[in-house]
């Protein structure tokens, strides 16, 4: 049998993502006729395959919430424990912005006393740096040494290594951020940066739908906002946040 080349493996990977291949079968044949090489990569290839799966769940599971009559909070809130269990992390928090202030809204650790009460401003720490540069921010150890940081002694994730964030985004407007964060030191993967970015679009979209009551999007007329051109986010809002 020939050996499974890089080539092949990444062409098996792209069948098997798009339902041409059950992974259980790259399992049940693994094995007679294939070298060493070919077995690591089939292995790596299984494990890229899980983490796809698993990444693909968490979305689908998201959006299924967000046709879900839960509150708000109640969405959130299993959100961020979705993103824990996906990421492996100590923690998950969602900031929301209230006026020029970034307000802790969701938790995945025991913070009752401090949803709604835990504030920054923008700008402020890396969470409120996330906010402000609308960027993407991991550091895999010492984040509290960063020169950005700022402690917020309520807070005792503060004194965790790694830190992972993302702007939550709506009708292209930050609108919030979201942090992973571990205590030990973490190299985050492509794929948690992938799941967290995403996430952070599935929340801003969230947070527009939940501002819709439920007569608003049975009396839309959604045939006339297509026709007419709608934008999901229009040009001269794009401008005015690139602008802010």
């Given at each position: 049998?020939?050996?499974?080349?890089?080539?092949?493996?990444?062409?098996?990977?792209?069948?098997?993502?798009?339902?041409?291949?059950?992974?259980?079968?790259?399992?049940?044949?693994?094995?007679?006729?294939?070298?060493?090489?070919?077995?690591?990569?089939?292995?790596?290839?299984?494990?890229?395959?899980?983490?796809?799966?698993?990444?693909?769940?968490?979305?689908?599971?998201?959006?299924?919430?967000?046709?879900?009559?839960?509150?708000?909070?109640?969405?959130?809130?299993?959100?961020?424990?979705?993103?824990?269990?996906?990421?492996?992390?100590?923690?998950?928090?969602?900031?929301?912005?209230?006026?020029?202030?970034?307000?802790?809204?969701?938790?995945?650790?025991?913070?009752?006393?401090?949803?709604?009460?835990?504030?920054?401003?923008?700008?402020?720490?890396?969470?409120?740096?996330?906010?402000?540069?609308?960027?993407?921010?991991?550091?895999?150890?010492?984040?509290y040494k960063d020169p950005r940081f700022k402690s917020?002694?309520?807070?005792?994730?503060?004194?965790?290594?790694?830190?992972?964030?993302?702007?939550?985004?709506?009708?292209?407007?930050?609108?919030?951020?979201?942090?992973?964060?571990?205590?030990?030191?973490?190299?985050?993967?492509?794929?948690?940066?992938?799941?967290?970015?995403?996430?952070?679009?599935?929340?801003?979209?969230?947070?527009?739908?939940?501002?819709?009551?439920?007569?608003?999007v049975e009396q839309a007329n959604h045939v006339e906002l297509v026709c007419s051109h709608?934008?999901?986010?229009?040009?001269?809002?794009?401008?005015?946040?690139?602008?802010?």
């Open positions: 049998m020939r050996s499974l080349t890089a080539e092949g493996a990444a062409g098996l990977l792209s069948m098997v993502v798009a339902g041409g291949i059950p992974a259980q079968s790259i399992r049940r044949h693994r094995g007679a006729g294939w070298d060493n090489g070919s077995v690591t990569r089939a292995r790596e290839l299984e494990d890229r395959i899980h983490r796809l799966e698993h990444q693909l769940a968490v979305f689908q599971r998201i959006s299924r919430l967000m046709v879900r009559e839960l509150s708000l909070a109640e969405t959130l809130h299993a959100i961020v424990k979705l993103v824990q269990e996906f990421t492996g992390c100590d923690a998950c928090f969602i900031y929301l912005l209230d006026g020029e202030d970034l307000v802790l809204c969701a938790s995945s650790r025991p913070h009752p006393a401090h949803i709604g009460r835990v504030r920054m401003h923008i700008g402020e720490g890396l969470t409120g740096w996330v906010a402000r540069e609308r960027k993407l921010l991991a550091i895999s150890a010492e984040a917020f002694s309520d807070l005792p994730e503060d004194s965790y290594e790694a830190f992972l964030s993302a702007p939550v985004i709506a009708r292209n407007r930050v609108v919030g951020v979201i942090n992973v964060q571990h205590r030990m030191p973490h190299r985050h993967t492509g794929a948690e940066m992938e799941l967290l970015t995403t996430v952070g679009e599935q929340v801003g979209c969230l947070l527009v739908v939940a501002r819709m009551p439920a007569s608003m709608g934008h999901i986010a229009r040009p001269d809002e794009a401008l005015s946040e690139r602008a802010g």
